[in-house]
């Protein structure tokens, strides 16, 4: 219906805030078509915006100072960009409670955290407010969009540079209905990681896995002392050598498993073909992992 609106007094951004105005969601006209950007776009074109606009300030000349925020379950291309400008990136949880602690931690210590967000498209935007915010996030965004086109270009074309510059980020998320909570529970019982080698999947999807983090027991194989960074959660993550990244949680709130999953290909590869390589690993996460013939899910 918004974007019908926008036709009627041609407008070609369309910008969006839930009942109470905590999350942003963005659609762009296009030449093809209109374009609604996945959460994880939106807050990456905010996060470089946040930082083009600290340079344009001199207030991060090489990063330094400086940190973003994303939830675990959110894209990777937050941290491609981060290692690639300079600046820090860290992970928490999912929810702004996590985030905005750890905002308040970096902040206390005098370090500078201008973004933070999470896929589920909340997003906090500066310092002013200190959770996730859906018109400050709109207002900035309006900012970004209004430069581009100034600047001759249209928001999808910048994220599309974006992705030139920092590589393609394909996800694929979802969620299988487990109705049973003592089948959920057998279920991450299967997946358990205490450290016991055997227990890891050599190969996801056919890629290798290298590291495998489980927060409910506390063990991940990516430190050398074998122990996670972030506090407990009925979460598994795997992480692969194609650049892929694949997270099993239960739901807190519905009788559903969900599953993110995301592959990150290099600067230059094409996104078809990272794009069907997110399918294979989400496909493989649903049949190899979560096993729905077994465990009867629908």
Known sequence: ???????????????????????????????????????????????????RQLQAAGGAPDGAGVTM???????????????????EFEETLTGFKWMGQRAAELREAGVVVPFAYEEAIGY????????????????????????????????????ESLCERYGHFVSQNGSIGCPDPSVSAEIFASLRIDGVDSLVPATLGGSTVISVRDLWTGFDSA?????????????????????????????????????????????GVARAEVAAEVATMAEAVIEELLKPDKFGLR
């Open 1 to 51: 219906m918004a974007m019908e609106t926008a036709e009627q007094h041609g407008a070609e951004l369309v910008l969006a805030n839930d009942p109470d105005a905590d999350r942003l969601a963005v659609a762009e006209k296009t030449a093809s078509g209109w374009r609604a950007f996945r959460g994880d776009e939106i807050g990456v074109l905010l996060a470089h915006w946040q930082w």
């Open 69 to 87: 925020l994303a939830s675990t379950v959110s894209s990777s291309m937050l941290g491609a960009l981060a290692k690639a400008e300079g600046f």
């Open 124 to 159: 906090c935007v500066g310092d002013m407010l200190k959770d996730k915010d859906g018109l400050s996030a709109a207002a900035v965004f309006y900012e970004m969009a209004a430069t581009l086109r100034r600047e001759g270009r249209g928001v999808a074309e910048h994220y």
């Open 223 to 267: 430190h050398a002392d074998l122990k996670a960074r972030l506090p407990q959660e009925n979460m598994v993550t795997y992480t692969l050598a194609n650049g892929g990244v694949a997270t099993l949680r239960a739901s807190g709130t519905e009788p559903k498993i969900k599953y993110y999953c995301e592959v990150g290909g290099a600067p």
